[in-house]
């Protein structure tokens, strides 16, 4: 009795690699909008950051009122930076 032997190009269980859908991503409209708000405030508060350190750096070429300079670096510091789930809209599911 002759049995076929098995050949190199037919995948056995052990050879076989699984295989899912691929993941489909959507950008629509709203996501496009939310991205460049995002942006755009982000550009606003590098200026204005900018512009702090500016005007630090002239106070203390001119040695002058060195107590407001130091309640806007404490104020920069209590800040909340936004986590990255927050920033990308991310919400756990409950």
């Known amino acids: ?20 859908p691929p ?11 939310e991205y460049d708000k995002i942006m755009k405030d982000r550009r606003l508060i590098a200026e204005q950051q900018a512009m702090r350190e500016q005007s630090h ?9 060195f107590l407001g300079s130091a ?9 909340k930076k936004p986590s990255a789930a927050e920033r990308i809209g991310y919400r756990r599911p409950r």
């Not at 190009?9 to 899912?20: D, E, Y």
């Open 1 to 20: 009795v002759l049995h076929p032997t098995p050949t190199s190009h037919q995948p056995t269980p052990s050879t076989m690699a699984l295989r899912r």
């Open 57 to 65: 750096h002239q106070q203390q070429n001119t040695g002058s009122d």
């Open 23 to 33: 993941t489909r991503i959507e950008l629509k409209a709203d996501d496009v909008e």
């Open 71 to 79: 309640t806007s670096s404490s104020y920069m510091s209590t800040q």
